[in-house]
Protein backbone atom coordinates (compact mmCIF):
# COMPACT_ATOMS: atom_id res chain seq x y z
CA UNK A 1 0.00 0.00 0.00
CA UNK A 2 1.79 3.16 -0.87
CA UNK A 3 1.06 6.18 1.55
CA UNK A 4 0.39 9.87 0.43
CA UNK A 5 1.60 11.45 3.52
CA UNK A 6 4.44 10.74 5.40
CA UNK A 7 3.71 7.93 8.25
CA UNK A 8 7.39 7.77 9.98
CA UNK A 9 10.40 9.91 10.96
CA UNK A 10 13.89 8.77 10.57
CA UNK A 11 16.18 10.27 12.80
CA UNK A 12 19.53 10.04 11.80
CA UNK A 13 23.03 10.36 14.57
CA UNK A 14 25.44 12.71 13.40
CA UNK A 15 25.32 13.84 9.61
CA UNK A 16 26.13 16.97 8.31
CA UNK A 17 27.62 17.85 11.76
CA UNK A 18 30.54 19.74 12.10
CA UNK A 19 31.00 18.88 8.39
CA UNK A 20 31.18 14.98 9.25
CA UNK A 21 29.08 12.55 7.78
CA UNK A 22 27.79 15.33 4.65
CA UNK A 23 25.01 13.64 2.78
CA UNK A 24 23.22 15.63 0.36
CA UNK A 25 19.51 15.47 1.39
CA UNK A 26 18.57 15.34 -2.43
CA UNK A 27 20.75 11.81 -2.30
CA UNK A 28 19.09 10.92 1.09
CA UNK A 29 15.75 11.32 -0.39
CA UNK A 30 16.92 9.14 -3.46
CA UNK A 31 18.19 6.34 -0.88
CA UNK A 32 15.08 5.98 0.65
CA UNK A 33 13.00 5.78 -2.39
CA UNK A 34 15.50 3.15 -3.25
CA UNK A 35 14.72 0.89 -0.13
CA UNK A 36 11.13 1.11 -1.26
CA UNK A 37 9.63 3.98 1.12
CA UNK A 38 7.19 6.61 -0.18
CA UNK A 39 6.24 10.42 0.74
CA UNK A 40 9.90 10.57 1.17
CA UNK A 41 10.58 14.35 2.04
CA UNK A 42 13.95 15.33 4.48
CA UNK A 43 13.46 18.07 6.96
CA UNK A 44 15.96 20.39 7.36
CA UNK A 45 20.24 19.52 6.88
CA UNK A 46 20.58 17.50 9.66
CA UNK A 47 19.52 13.92 8.91
CA UNK A 48 15.90 13.82 9.93
CA UNK A 49 13.57 12.17 6.93
CA UNK A 50 9.61 11.67 6.82
CA UNK A 51 8.26 8.65 4.62
CA UNK A 52 6.09 6.35 4.32
CA UNK A 53 6.58 2.52 5.21
CA UNK A 54 4.52 -0.97 5.13
CA UNK A 55 3.85 -1.90 8.70
CA UNK A 56 6.88 -2.41 10.47
CA UNK A 57 8.72 -2.89 13.36
CA UNK A 58 10.83 0.96 14.35
CA UNK A 59 14.10 -1.35 14.70
CA UNK A 60 13.21 -3.25 11.49
CA UNK A 61 12.96 -0.23 9.91
CA UNK A 62 15.86 1.58 11.28
CA UNK A 63 18.38 -1.31 10.47
CA UNK A 64 17.05 -1.58 6.67
CA UNK A 65 18.18 2.50 6.47
CA UNK A 66 21.39 1.63 8.01
CA UNK A 67 22.19 -1.10 5.80
CA UNK A 68 20.45 1.18 3.14
CA UNK A 69 22.90 4.41 4.15
CA UNK A 70 26.23 2.02 4.38
CA UNK A 71 25.37 0.38 0.99
CA UNK A 72 24.84 3.79 -0.65
CA UNK A 73 27.57 6.02 1.14
CA UNK A 74 29.11 4.09 2.11
CA UNK A 75 29.47 5.19 6.10
CA UNK A 76 27.65 3.68 9.59
CA UNK A 77 25.09 6.00 10.72
CA UNK A 78 22.70 5.25 13.48
CA UNK A 79 19.03 5.43 13.07
CA UNK A 80 16.12 5.53 14.84
CA UNK A 81 12.33 5.86 13.28
CA UNK A 82 9.50 7.01 15.47
CA UNK A 83 5.69 6.97 13.71
CA UNK A 84 4.38 10.62 12.96
CA UNK A 85 1.72 9.85 15.33
CA UNK A 86 4.50 8.95 18.27
CA UNK A 87 6.24 12.26 17.66
CA UNK A 88 2.92 14.10 17.77
CA UNK A 89 2.60 12.63 21.13
CA UNK A 90 5.78 13.89 22.63
CA UNK A 91 4.69 17.10 21.53
CA UNK A 92 0.97 16.94 23.19
CA UNK A 93 2.77 16.31 26.59
CA UNK A 94 4.23 19.46 26.56
CA UNK A 95 7.53 18.56 28.43
CA UNK A 96 8.72 22.77 28.86
CA UNK A 97 5.46 24.04 29.64
CA UNK A 98 6.52 25.03 32.78
CA UNK A 99 9.93 26.38 31.78
CA UNK A 100 10.45 30.28 31.54
CA UNK A 101 11.98 30.50 27.84
CA UNK A 102 14.01 33.70 26.55
CA UNK A 103 16.42 33.82 23.81
CA UNK A 104 18.91 32.18 26.06
CA UNK A 105 16.64 29.09 26.46
CA UNK A 106 17.47 25.99 24.52
CA UNK A 107 15.00 23.06 24.53
CA UNK A 108 15.92 19.26 23.58
CA UNK A 109 14.55 16.22 22.65
CA UNK A 110 16.62 12.89 22.69
CA UNK A 111 15.39 10.48 21.23
CA UNK A 112 16.62 6.79 22.36
CA UNK A 113 16.88 3.38 20.32
CA UNK A 114 15.73 1.21 23.35
CA UNK A 115 13.16 1.28 25.95
CA UNK A 116 14.76 2.04 29.45
CA UNK A 117 13.50 3.54 32.73
CA UNK A 118 12.26 6.68 32.65
CA UNK A 119 14.96 9.23 33.17
CA UNK A 120 15.54 11.11 36.03
CA UNK A 121 15.84 14.73 36.95
CA UNK A 122 19.24 16.56 37.12
CA UNK A 123 21.04 19.41 36.98
CA UNK A 124 24.54 20.22 34.91
CA UNK A 125 26.16 23.49 35.32
CA UNK A 126 29.23 25.19 34.58
CA UNK A 127 30.22 28.68 34.60
CA UNK A 128 28.62 30.23 31.59
CA UNK A 129 25.57 27.94 30.94
CA UNK A 130 23.01 25.43 32.82
CA UNK A 131 21.67 21.99 31.59
CA UNK A 132 18.67 20.39 33.09
CA UNK A 133 17.18 17.11 32.02
CA UNK A 134 13.56 16.71 33.01
CA UNK A 135 11.77 13.63 34.01
CA UNK A 136 11.45 11.22 30.36
CA UNK A 137 9.32 8.62 28.77
CA UNK A 138 11.08 5.20 27.92
CA UNK A 139 12.16 6.56 24.66
CA UNK A 140 12.47 9.80 25.20
CA UNK A 141 14.98 12.52 27.58
CA UNK A 142 13.80 15.79 27.40
CA UNK A 143 16.95 18.65 28.55
CA UNK A 144 16.71 22.32 28.96
CA UNK A 145 19.91 24.06 28.07
CA UNK A 146 20.18 28.07 29.84
CA UNK A 147 23.04 29.96 28.13
CA UNK A 148 24.35 32.65 30.17
CA UNK A 149 27.63 33.49 28.66
CA UNK A 150 29.38 34.05 25.95
CA UNK A 151 30.59 30.49 25.81
CA UNK A 152 27.87 27.32 26.24
CA UNK A 153 28.74 23.85 27.71
CA UNK A 154 28.96 21.09 24.83
CA UNK A 155 24.99 20.15 25.93
CA UNK A 156 25.20 17.33 23.25
CA UNK A 157 28.20 15.82 24.64
CA UNK A 158 26.59 15.77 28.23
CA UNK A 159 22.95 14.18 26.64
CA UNK A 160 25.56 11.91 24.75
CA UNK A 161 27.08 10.55 28.01
CA UNK A 162 23.88 10.65 30.13
CA UNK A 163 21.96 8.51 27.37
CA UNK A 164 24.36 6.90 25.40
CA UNK A 165 25.61 6.51 21.79
CA UNK A 166 21.74 5.02 21.06
CA UNK A 167 20.41 8.04 20.72
CA UNK A 168 19.93 11.55 18.85
CA UNK A 169 19.02 14.90 19.86
CA UNK A 170 16.83 17.27 18.09
CA UNK A 171 15.88 20.39 19.13
CA UNK A 172 12.13 21.11 20.35
CA UNK A 173 11.50 23.53 16.98
CA UNK A 174 12.59 20.69 15.02
CA UNK A 175 10.34 18.31 16.73
CA UNK A 176 7.48 20.63 16.20
CA UNK A 177 8.59 20.69 12.17
CA UNK A 178 8.37 16.88 12.18
CA UNK A 179 4.96 16.62 13.30
CA UNK A 180 3.41 19.01 11.59
CA UNK A 181 5.47 19.11 7.97
CA UNK A 182 3.61 17.23 5.15
Known amino acids: MKYAVPTHVALLRGINVGGNK ?28 LFSAERMKSAALA ?14 VAVIVRSRRGIQTILALQPFAKIPVTENTRLYVTFLAEK ?37 I ?13 STTRSWATVGKLARDQ
Open 22 to 49: KIAMAELRECFQRLGFTAVKTVLNSGNV
Open 63 to 76: QTIEDGIEAQFGMK
Open 116 to 152: RAEARAVQLASATADLQILPGTEREGFSVLTISGPKS
Open 154 to 166: DALHYLDRFFGKR
